[in-house]
């Protein structure tokens, strides 16, 4: 079984109050205490957001998925 990589930009930065971790082509904010915490905080929000994306794409019939291998994707 092949796994995939996906890339997408991060934008960290200190707010007034926390570190602020962005991924802009999802759409994904979140903040943490420290620049370590904003990221654990960022792959958690990420792994969550693109696990809706695929259930809601099997739900409405644009992906299936056999045997753990992704057999179509519309």
Known sequence: MSSMSMKF???LYKGEKYYIA????????T???TKDEARRNLR?????????????AMEHGKVAIE???LVTAE
């Open 44 to 56: 958690e929000a990420i792994q969550t957001h693109l696990e809706a994306m695929a259930d809601y």
């Open 31 to 33: 903040q943490g205490a």
């Open 67 to 69: 045997k753990g291998q």
């Open 9 to 11: 930009s991060i934008k």
């Open 22 to 29: 962005r991924v802009p082509e999802l759409g994904i904010t």
